[in-house]
């Protein structure tokens, strides 16, 4: 007997008559999902994306707590990029994800790139993210987007380093969207657009061209951490540059400004720092 084939229907462009290319698939995301089983946590998924491979850290002494690594196995970013990562962690967990390196936005000639995040937390989960910095160069054009998904009890801490330019350069577009919701409603919604002149206005960066950010939701953390002693002649403290913003739901976001990327990522970091110690401890 004689097996007939029916062929799909092929769309066609309209002014040419051929065959219409079809929509290119995105990249495959990068994937982590950790589970609880019995009186321990476990990784239930962890799938390799496209430019993004999940690593198991050594964990800590609390069983529930898992650490992974993302490596990066592709270069990136390049114009046209889309990285994806994709978390979840269930009930009476806590996960931390760590990025062992920076992320550069090469010079694309603005062509759009993208790098996004997100995050669904179950109840009494907690997400500890520490980002390392990730710098737009002159050239790029990109949007970041940062989502969590809060069930009730679930906390979430990120860290995130912005820099405008490698050294002795412009920076290129960068648009940073951060958004966090919980059972009723919105915690915090920030859209930082750091596109065009526009970054250089009173109230945005100025004169800095690095932000550094930790992000608390979920809980109000307790107060910022004593500045570093500086190297003044005295001995007096350098005055702090971090402020911080408490939300109206739970939760408070520090912020430092610099035109130097290791002074504000050391500020926002030991905010970070001791913040994660009150998931942790």
């Known amino acids: ?53 999940p690593r198991p850290v050594n964990g800590t002494a609390d069983p529930l707590h898992l650490r992974v690594a993302l490596i990066g196995i592709h270069m990136m970013l390049l114009g046209g990029d889309d990285v994806r990562i994709e978390v979840s962690v269930d009930p009476g967990v806590t996960l931390e994800v760590v990025e062992p390196a920076g992320m550069v936005a090469y010079d694309a000639d603005l062509v759009p790139s993208r790098w996004s995040l997100d995050a669904e937390l179950g109840e009494d989960a907690a997400l500890i993210w520490d980002g390392a910095s990730f710098v737009a160069a002159a050239g790029s054009n990109v949007r970041r987007q940062t989502r969590l998904q809060l069930a009730s009890g679930a906390r979430a801490l990120v860290r995130e380093t912005l820099v405008l330019g490698r050294s002795g350069e412009h920076g290129g577009r960068l648009r940073s969207i951060t958004r966090a919701a919980g059972p009723g409603g919105d915690l915090l919604y920030e859209d930082l657009d750091l596109t065009g002149p526009r970054h250089r206005a009173v109230g945005i960066l100025g004169d800095a061209k690095v932000v550094a950010t930790a992000t608390a939701v979920g809980w109000r953390p307790g107060a910022l951490p004593e500045p570093a002693a500086g190297a003044a002649p005295d001995g007096a403290r350098e005055p702090g540059r971090t402020r911080r913003f408490d939300l109206a739901a739970p939760g408070a976001v520090a912020r430092s400004l610099s035109v130097q990327a290791h002074t504000a990522d050391r500020e926002a970091g030991a905010v970070f720092e001791a913040w994660r110690a009150e998931l942790t401890t």
Request: charged letters at 20%.
């Open 1 to 53: 007997m004689t097996r007939s084939r029916t062929l799909s229907p092929t769309a066609t462009n309209s002014v040419t008559g051929y065959p219409a290319a079809a929509a290119a698939p995105r990249p495959r995301p990068t994937r982590i999902s950790v589970e609880r089983a019995g009186d321990r946590a476990r990784f239930s998924v962890l799938d390799q994306g496209l430019y993004l491979a």
